[in-house]
């Protein structure tokens, strides 16, 4: 008998006698009017920032955020930056970034989280080996807690997806949170519907 | 037979209880972890809803894991992900080193994964020429100062700060004396992200693994599962088999219960779901058994294997919180550990559910609802049938029990407790017999027994 045949055999005899699954609910409570505030402070708690509108010029705003930023990688048709995602065949290089620029599908009030995947990222690594991160999200794409989103289907589709939610941080030093850790060192939301102009 | 000595965890947590400022930092510590604990579920008004689905989800899934584990690798391999099956740390161990070589990888990364700890991996690839870099802070630091997790959290979270600064000063030739916790987090930043920018392999461990999808999914403030998983086009997966949970909607339930019973923030920064290879990579998923399918069939004990990780049954135990991670000597530590540890090795670690109160409080944080301090009662038993407690600690057991069995003698002896109390000198009471009295002072006894003030008023009425 195989390694894999002898560890499920194992297994099918000392299973316990069959449990019923528990019925699941979404347990959802907000009115829709709530959800960008519930967003927005769930955010704060994550240490990301939220930028309510989209800027009227989204290069003069980041040239003002990010005064020493010279390479802005742009994933968005909404912004024309310095570099594309596909100018890092080699994921690593990456780390050259300055500013990344993506656009999420998805944001979760309850824990002020947005959604990436591969489509959105097109190379996975600007989303964490960039210095900083800007993140477009449209505000009737936040759904009120975790048990809506992980109905979108990119959990089931996409070959990698993340919700992220703040820069990176750590509380291994002291138990308390500081930021940076390893990846990115500011997360900016900026609540921009779809349709909206490009800048 | 274990050639492992038996660890006496008492005697090492005598050791950590030396230092009394070490003690109050990390109780603090640990104290406030909870209490952040308390606050965040507050505020989630299905919390004990979501505690018992939790639970339930564990429950169904363990008592049907076989099919669960097949469907999850039916998922994973359409997905074009290569999986592996292993018996235990060795088979574990070798696959990974298979895997490397024959990539010609020599430079791994890797985030935290308790398993890897378990099947103490580092070791044996390092041995085979392997630099394993960890990337999370906290298990990076435990790796430069080698020694094992002191939590399963917050590897380093016995260390206070100043610790760190030294660790670091010796490896990184940071300032010794800045032990701020940003500066510390900003030296660990520009050393690893060069390590992580060269690396040929990265690895993850799993917080979680969907059967619906073949989806592995961690989660780290750090986002370096992130970077250990995407950097390299190279990705190894070390999943434990009791990882497994059905579907997605199942996973929303535990990611809402994991980072806030853990640290009492809503979720980590990044939680991270590796469903399939990148488009130019390649990825593997190595299935676990290490003691699990055994524990599958103890009646008593195999609710263990719900455990999600979250630790907050150690910041929540007095006697962890006051003796410290590392004095467990063990994988796993705190009323957790006590009673997976002895699954592994029965006899190395006989002693460990002895260190408890048994005062219920881990079972009612754990945000699954295992029955911890019943388990680690039912572990007493099981040490006492296979005759692994020591003699001393028997004796005296059965000495207790006697008094306690006989009203009469329990009244004589505290009668005469109390008396030689209150006329013995302070050296004769303050010595190494007496524990409590090491670390506080004795309480003075009562004027009279509970039983003589019960005789004197209520039997009147």
């Given at each position: 008998?195989?390694?894999?045949?002898?560890?499920?055999?194992?297994?099918?005899?000392?299973?316990?006698?069959?449990?019923?699954?528990?019925?699941?609910?979404?347990?959802?409570?907000?009115?829709?009017?709530?959800?960008?505030?519930?967003?927005?402070?769930?955010?704060?708690?994550?240490?990301?920032?939220?930028?309510?509108?989209?800027?009227?010029?989204?290069?003069?705003?980041?040239?003002?955020?990010?005064?020493?930023?010279?390479?802005?990688?742009?994933?968005?048709?909404?912004?024309?930056?310095?570099?594309?995602?596909?100018?890092?065949?080699?994921?690593?290089?990456?780390?050259?970034?300055?500013?990344?620029?993506?656009?999420?599908?998805?944001?979760?009030?309850?824990?002020?989280?947005?959604?990436?995947?591969?489509?959105?990222?097109?190379?996975?690594?600007?989303?964490?080996?960039?210095?900083?991160?800007?993140?477009?999200?449209?505000?009737?794409?936040?759904?009120?807690?975790?048990?809506?989103?992980?109905?979108?289907?990119?959990?089931?589709?996409?070959?990698?997806?993340?919700?992220?939610?703040?820069?990176?941080?750590?509380?291994?030093?002291?138990?308390?949170?500081?930021?940076?850790?390893?990846?990115?060192?500011?997360?900016?939301?900026?609540?921009?519907?779809?349709?909206?102009?490009?800048? | 037979?274990?050639?492992?000595?038996?660890?006496?965890?008492?005697?090492?947590?005598?050791?950590?209880?030396?230092?009394?400022?070490?003690?109050?930092?990390?109780?603090?510590?640990?104290?406030?972890?909870?209490?952040?604990?308390?606050?965040?579920?507050?505020?989630?008004?299905?919390?004990?809803?979501?505690?018992?689905?939790?639970?339930?989800?564990?429950?169904?899934?363990?008592?049907?894991?076989?099919?669960?584990?097949?469907?999850?690798?039916?998922?994973?391999?359409?997905?074009?992900?290569?999986?592996?099956?292993?018996?235990?740390?060795?088979?574990?161990?070798?696959?990974?080193?298979?895997?490397?070589?024959?990539?010609?990888?020599?430079?791994?990364?890797?985030?935290?994964?308790?398993?890897?700890?378990?099947?103490?991996?580092?070791?044996?690839?390092?041995?085979?020429?392997?630099?394993?870099?960890?990337?999370?802070?906290?298990?990076?630091?435990?790796?430069?100062?080698?020694?094992?997790?002191?939590?399963?959290?917050?590897?380093?979270?016995?260390?206070?700060?100043?610790?760190?600064?030294?660790?670091?000063?010796?490896?990184?030739g940071s300032d010794p004396n800045n032990a701020a916790p940003v500066y510390l987090a900003h030296e660990m930043r520009v050393h690893t992200?060069?390590?992580?920018?060269?690396?040929?392999?990265?690895?993850?461990?799993?917080?979680?693994?969907?059967?619906?999808?073949?989806?592995?999914?961690?989660?780290?403030?750090?986002?370096?599962?992130?970077?250990?998983?995407?950097?390299?086009?190279?990705?190894?997966?070390?999943?434990?088999?009791?990882?497994?949970?059905?579907?997605?909607?199942?996973?929303?339930?535990?990611?809402?219960?994991?980072?806030?019973?853990?640290?009492?923030?809503?979720?980590?920064?990044?939680?991270?779901?590796?469903?399939?290879?990148?488009?130019?990579?390649?990825?593997?998923?190595?299935?676990?058994?290490?003691?699990?399918?055994?524990?599958?069939?103890?009646?008593?004990?195999?609710?263990?294997?719900?455990?999600?990780?979250?630790?907050?049954?150690?910041?929540?135990?007095?006697?962890?919180?006051?003796?410290?991670?590392?004095?467990?000597?063990?994988?796993?530590?705190?009323?957790?550990?006590?009673?997976?540890?002895?699954?592994?090795?029965?006899?190395?670690?006989?002693?460990?559910?002895?260190?408890?109160?048994?005062?219920?409080?881990?079972?009612?944080?754990?945000?699954?609802?295992?029955?911890?301090?019943?388990?680690?009662?039912?572990?007493?038993?099981?040490?006492?049938?296979?005759?692994?407690?020591?003699?001393?600690?028997?004796?005296?057991?059965?000495?207790?029990?006697?008094?306690?069995?006989?009203?009469?003698?329990?009244?004589?002896?505290?009668?005469?407790?109390?008396?030689?109390?209150?006329?013995?000198?302070?050296?004769?009471?303050?010595?190494?017999?007496?524990?409590?009295?090491?670390?506080?002072?004795?309480?003075?006894?009562?004027?009279?027994?509970?039983?003589?003030?019960?005789?004197?008023?209520?039997?009147?009425?």
């Amino acid at each position: 008998m195989g390694i894999r045949e002898d560890i499920l055999d194992r297994v099918r005899r000392n299973q316990p006698a069959a449990i019923p699954h528990p019925d699941l609910r979404d347990f959802t409570h907000l009115a829709s009017a709530d959800l960008i505030t519930t967003f927005a402070r769930s955010l704060g708690v994550m240490a990301g920032v939220l930028i309510d509108k989209p800027p009227d010029d989204l290069g003069a705003f980041l040239r003002e955020k990010f005064p020493d930023a010279k390479n802005i990688c742009s994933a968005v048709p909404e912004y024309v930056g310095t570099s594309k995602p596909e100018d890092y065949p080699v994921w690593a290089d990456a780390a050259k970034i300055d500013v990344s620029v993506v656009r999420s599908p998805l944001g979760v009030a309850e824990t002020g989280s947005v959604l990436l995947s591969d489509d959105d990222l097109r190379v996975n690594t600007i989303a964490f080996l960039a210095h900083d991160i800007v993140i477009l999200l449209a505000p009737d794409k936040i759904v009120e807690n975790i048990h809506v989103a992980y109905q979108h289907p990119a959990f089931k589709e996409k070959a990698y997806s993340v919700l992220m939610s703040g820069p990176s941080g750590s509380a291994d030093i002291g138990g308390k949170e500081v930021h940076p850790a390893q990846a990115v060192m500011t997360l900016t939301v900026i609540l921009w519907p779809e349709s909206a102009k490009t800048s | 037979m274990s050639v492992h000595p038996v660890v006496d965890q008492a005697s090492n947590a005598a050791r950590f209880l030396a230092d009394r400022s070490r003690e109050e930092y990390f109780d603090t510590l640990m104290w406030s972890l909870r209490e952040a604990r308390d606050r965040s579920a507050s505020e989630v008004p299905e919390w004990e809803q979501l505690r018992d689905l939790g639970s339930a989800i564990k429950e169904h899934t363990l008592s049907h894991l076989a099919d669960y584990l097949e469907q999850f690798e039916a998922s994973a391999k359409r997905n074009g992900v290569e999986v592996h099956w292993a018996h235990d740390a060795h088979e574990h161990n070798q696959i990974v080193a298979e895997i490397l070589s024959r990539h010609g990888a020599k430079q791994l990364i890797k985030s935290k994964s308790m398993l890897t700890e378990e099947c103490d991996m580092r070791r044996y690839l390092e041995n085979r020429g392997v630099t394993v870099t960890e990337t999370d802070l906290g298990e990076r630091i435990q790796q430069l100062d080698d020694e094992p997790p002191a939590h399963i959290v917050g590897p380093a979270w016995q260390k206070s700060p100043e610790d760190v600064a030294r660790v670091f000063a010796k490896a990184y030739g940071s300032d010794p004396n800045n032990a701020a916790p940003v500066y510390l987090a900003h030296e660990m930043r520009v050393h690893t992200r060069a390590l992580i920018e060269k690396a040929d392999a990265g690895m993850t461990g799993a917080n979680f693994a969907v059967a619906e999808t073949g989806t592995v999914v961690t989660a780290t403030n750090e986002g370096n599962a992130d970077l250990s998983g995407n950097v390299p086009r190279l990705r190894i997966c070390s999943v434990g088999i009791e990882k497994i949970v059905p579907t997605h909607r199942d996973l929303a339930v535990f990611i809402r219960l994991l980072s806030r019973s853990a640290v009492g923030m809503p979720i980590t920064q990044y939680t991270s779901h590796f469903r399939a290879p990148r488009r130019d990579g390649e990825m593997h998923i190595i299935l676990v058994d290490n003691g699990r399918s055994e524990r599958l069939g103890m009646e008593k004990f195999w609710q263990s294997l719900k455990c999600i990780r979250c630790g907050a049954c150690m910041n929540t135990c007095p006697v962890y919180r006051r003796s410290g991670g590392l004095s467990y000597g063990s994988t796993y530590m705190g009323p957790i550990g006590i009673i997976m540890m002895p699954t592994f090795d029965i006899r190395r670690f006989s002693e460990l559910p002895f260190s408890s109160t048994l005062n219920g409080s881990c079972s009612n944080v754990c945000p699954v609802k295992i029955n911890i301090h019943e388990q680690i009662y039912a572990w007493r038993e099981v040490m006492d049938e296979k005759h692994q407690i020591k003699l001393a600690k028997k004796s005296a057991m059965v000495a207790a029990g006697e008094v306690l069995s006989h009203p009469e003698l329990y009244r004589i002896v505290t009668a005469a407790g109390e008396t030689t109390l209150k006329r013995l000198p302070r050296f004769a009471i303050y010595n190494d017999f007496n524990a409590w009295g090491k670390h506080r002072e004795t309480p003075l006894p009562a004027g009279q027994t509970f039983h003589e003030w019960y005789k004197a008023n209520r039997r009147k009425a």
